[in-house]
Structures are given as structure tokens and as C-alpha cells.
């Protein structure tokens, strides 16, 4: 007799089997990440290990995961919001990028005539601002054209990148920055305090803890957050049920593309205070933070341990980067493969594959 395997979707399934899921997702995925290093002549338990003690196992290396969290948790809780409905926001990069420039214009032309009090928070407004409006063309794209959500939020990644690209090497430039492509350094009133002896920006931190909170409430336990999980559901029994469609997808597209422009708000006030390079900027957070929302099953309080979670894999890469000579790309390489194993074990908590004997044998 001659067998076959059938895949069937899931009528339902035990409290227990989503995090069993997900404990296997991350197995698969280390495991063919130690496949990466073996190929690659490295001990693949040390190689984990020293990503890992890199990140956690000092004071620096767990300040730095912290620091690199606070994107990482902003911008992953806004992509829950709106993956849970879904509405594919790859733009978060640009998101970015565009409240990174909005803020980075308040702080060189109002820093130094304004106080504190008023020029940062003035600097977070507006980068919430600029995020949202990079993220609504592709809302109006969607819901008039049918045009891709995928393809109109990534192509708009290039755009912002090359827009800064331009401001910093063109009319923005810096004159005290001696030819480098930056433009000149924010004044002290537009720079965020830290915590002494790290570069964890505290105000960033409350708001990226903050929001993973208040996005946790709106989803679970309002009105809003009912018809933001009806419309992913089953967008057809939304319209019945007389949600306005637009209307939820336009709110919380401003709300994910705000809070990833506070994240670039955060990293020019609070790391780098100047604006330069795309990808100084940004360390490719927009597009981490995609896993980071995955990672936390599309539930915007438990991105800040995924975020925190991921925000370690990306030092503890640097760190290998260093002491073991691996490429720049290995961290980039992880997120993928655990990207990919993460999105598998989402098929199977639907799906089951049974075996069954074919027909006609």
C-alpha cells in the first residue's frame, strides 16, 4: 500500500501547543545556525556561547543589548499592531529614517534657541509625525489602487534612505563636521540624557516600555483593538459586521509608523546626535524588528523579551564579528533563519500533516 502526507488545518488546539511551537521554532533554527558555523570551521557551542556571554554575560554587553532594544521594542510593537490585522508593514526602516530627519531638523534649528523641556519633546512629536505620514501612502496604495503592501512599504525604505543620503551630502551637510557626510552635531538642548556610564537614552526607553503596554491594552481591550482582530481574521466579516475598514487600517498604520519614528528620534538625539548615513542610523532595526514581532506572536507587551531577546543576538554577532573574524552579514544570516523557522512553526500550530494511504491502493 502506497502512502502519502496530507496536510489538514487545525479546528482547534491545546493552551500548550503554541509555546510548544514555539520552543521547537527556536531549536530548528539554532540548530541550522550551528549548521552555519560548522560550515563556516567554527565550534558551533562556542560560537552561540560567545554570542551570548557577549551580550548578557557583563554590565557593557547588557547595556548595550538594552540600548539596542529600545528600537527594537518600539518599532516591534507597532509592526504587532499591525501584522495582527494583516496589513504587511515592511517600512518600518523608512518609518525610521523619516522621523530620524524630522526630528533631526527641530533639534539643529530650534535646538539652540529653545530649552530642553520644550525642544525634546517637540523633537518626538514631530518624528511621530514624520513616521506616520511615510507610512500612509501605502494605506491609500492599498485601500484605492490594491496596490501591494509589501512592495509600496519596502520600495519606500529606498526612498527615505536615499532622501537622507541627499540632505547629508547636500544642503544639510555640516560645516563643523570637516567634509564627513553629517550634518552638524545637535546642541546640548536637543541631546537626550543617558544613563551614566551606558548609552541607554532613558525618555526612549519609557516611551518604547510605554507603548508596549498601551498597544497591549488597545488591541485585547478595546473596541478598536475587536475590529483590528476582525478585520485580520476575516475581512469579509468585518465589512458585514459594519467595521469601517479604512478607518481601522489608516489609525493604526499612523500609530505603527509613529512609533517607529520615535525609534528614529531616539537614535539621533540620544546616540549619535547628528544626522549621517542611512545605515548609521539604523542597523537595519526596521527589518529586525520584524521577527521581534513574530518572535512575540504578534502581542505587542511581550515584544519588549523579544526585542530584548533579539537586541542580544545582534551584540553578542558584533561581538563574534571580533573575536571569532566572521563576516558582517552572520547577524543578518540568524534573523533570517530564525525568521523563516518562526514562520514554519506559525503553519504548523495551523496545520497538522497526517500520513494516509493513497487513493486507489
Given at each position: 500500500m502506497k502512502w502519502r502526507i496530507k496536510v489538514q488545518r487545525r479546528v482547534s488546539y491545546s493552551r500548550l501547543l503554541p509555546f510548544t511551537v514555539l520552543l521547537l521554532s527556536l531549536v530548528v533554527g539554532f540548530f541550522f545556525i550551528a549548521i552555519l558555523f560548522a560550515l563556516s570551521h567554527v565550534n558551533p557551542l562556542f560560537a552561540l556561547m560567545k554570542i551570548f556571554t557577549g551580550s548578557f554575560g557583563s554590565l557593557y554587553g547588557i547595556s548595550e543589548t538594552l540600548t539596542k532594544a529600545i528600537p527594537l521594542i518600539l518599532i516591534?510593537?507597532?509592526?504587532?499592531?499591525?501584522?495582527?490585522?494583516?496589513?504587511?508593514?515592511?517600512?518600518?526602516?523608512?518609518?525610521l529614517l523619516l522621523g530620524a530627519i524630522f526630528a533631526g531638523y527641530v533639534g539643529l534649528h530650534l535646538g539652540s534657541h529653545l530649552p530642553s523641556y520644550i525642544?525634546?519633546?517637540?523633537?518626538?512629536?514631530?518624528g511621530f509625525i514624520g513616521g506616520a505620514l511615510w507610512a500612509l501612502p501605502t494605506v491609500i496604495l492599498k485601500l484605492r489602487l490594491n496596490v501591494n503592501e509589501v512592495i509600496s512599504t519596502l520600495m519606500l525604505n529606498y526612498i527615505a534612505a536615499e532622501f537622507l543620503n541627499f540632505l547629508v551630502t547636500g544642503p544639510w551637510k555640516g560645516k563643523t563636521?570637516?567634509?564627513?557626510?553629517?550634518?552638524?552635531d545637535l546642541p546640548p538642548s536637543a541631546v537626550l540624557g543617558v544613563v551614566t556610564g551606558t548609552r541607554i537614552h532613558v525618555v526612549t526607553l519609557a516611551l518604547a516600555l510605554g507603548f508596549a503596554l498601551i498597544l497591549f491594552v488597545m488591541v485585547y481591550y478595546t473596541k478598536f483593538g475587536y475590529e483590528l482582530r476582525v478585520t485580520g481574521d476575516n475581512p469579509d466579516a468585518a465589512r458585514y459586521a459594519g467595521i469601517n475598514f479604512m478607518k481601522v487600517t489608516m489609525i493604526m498604520m499612523i500609530i505603527s509608523g509613529g512609533v517607529a519614528g520615535l525609534a528614529g528620534v531616539g537614535e539621533v538625539a540620544g546616540i549619535h546626535h547628528h544626522l549621517s548615513y542611512p545605515s548609521s542610523i539604523s542597523s537595519g532595526y526596521g527589518y529586525t524588528a520584524i521577527i521581534v514581532a513574530w518572535l512575540a506572536k504578534l502581542n505587542p507587551l511581550l515584544t519588549i523579551f523579544s526585542g530584548i531577546f533579539f537586541a542580544g543576538i545582534v551584540v553578542g554577532g558584533d561581538a563574534i564579528q571580533v573575536s571569532l573574524g566572521l563576516p558582517a552579514a552572520t547577524v543578518?544570516?540568524?534573523?533570517?533563519?530564525?525568521?523563516?523557522?518562526l514562520i514554519m512553526g506559525d503553519f504548523f500550530l495551523t496545520h497538522r500533516l497526517t500520513i494516509v494511504p493513497k487513493e486507489g491502493t
Amino acid at each position: 500500500m502506497k502512502w502519502r502526507i496530507k496536510v489538514q488545518r487545525r479546528v482547534s488546539y491545546s493552551r500548550l501547543l503554541p509555546f510548544t511551537v514555539l520552543l521547537l521554532s527556536l531549536v530548528v533554527g539554532f540548530f541550522f545556525i550551528a549548521i552555519l558555523f560548522a560550515l563556516s570551521h567554527v565550534n558551533p557551542l562556542f560560537a552561540l556561547m560567545k554570542i551570548f556571554t557577549g551580550s548578557f554575560g557583563s554590565l557593557y554587553g547588557i547595556s548595550e543589548t538594552l540600548t539596542k532594544a529600545i528600537p527594537l521594542i518600539l518599532i516591534g510593537c507597532g509592526l504587532a499592531l499591525v501584522f495582527r490585522a494583516k496589513f504587511w508593514n515592511i517600512g518600518a526602516e523608512g518609518q525610521l529614517l523619516l522621523g530620524a530627519i524630522f526630528a533631526g531638523y527641530v533639534g539643529l534649528h530650534l535646538g539652540s534657541h529653545l530649552p530642553s523641556y520644550i525642544v525634546i519633546p517637540l523633537m518626538f512629536v514631530v518624528g511621530f509625525i514624520g513616521g506616520a505620514l511615510w507610512a500612509l501612502p501605502t494605506v491609500i496604495l492599498k485601500l484605492r489602487l490594491n496596490v501591494n503592501e509589501v512592495i509600496s512599504t519596502l520600495m519606500l525604505n529606498y526612498i527615505a534612505a536615499e532622501f537622507l543620503n541627499f540632505l547629508v551630502t547636500g544642503p544639510w551637510k555640516g560645516k563643523t563636521q570637516m567634509g564627513f557626510p553629517y550634518t552638524d552635531d545637535l546642541p546640548p538642548s536637543a541631546v537626550l540624557g543617558v544613563v551614566t556610564g551606558t548609552r541607554i537614552h532613558v525618555v526612549t526607553l519609557a516611551l518604547a516600555l510605554g507603548f508596549a503596554l498601551i498597544l497591549f491594552v488597545m488591541v485585547y481591550y478595546t473596541k478598536f483593538g475587536y475590529e483590528l482582530r476582525v478585520t485580520g481574521d476575516n475581512p469579509d466579516a468585518a465589512r458585514y459586521a459594519g467595521i469601517n475598514f479604512m478607518k481601522v487600517t489608516m489609525i493604526m498604520m499612523i500609530i505603527s509608523g509613529g512609533v517607529a519614528g520615535l525609534a528614529g528620534v531616539g537614535e539621533v538625539a540620544g546616540i549619535h546626535h547628528h544626522l549621517s548615513y542611512p545605515s548609521s542610523i539604523s542597523s537595519g532595526y526596521g527589518y529586525t524588528a520584524i521577527i521581534v514581532a513574530w518572535l512575540a506572536k504578534l502581542n505587542p507587551l511581550l515584544t519588549i523579551f523579544s526585542g530584548i531577546f533579539f537586541a542580544g543576538i545582534v551584540v553578542g554577532g558584533d561581538a563574534i564579528q571580533v573575536s571569532l573574524g566572521l563576516p558582517a552579514a552572520t547577524v543578518q544570516i540568524f534573523n533570517g533563519i530564525l525568521l523563516f523557522s518562526l514562520i514554519m512553526g506559525d503553519f504548523f500550530l495551523t496545520h497538522r500533516l497526517t500520513i494516509v494511504p493513497k487513493e486507489g491502493t
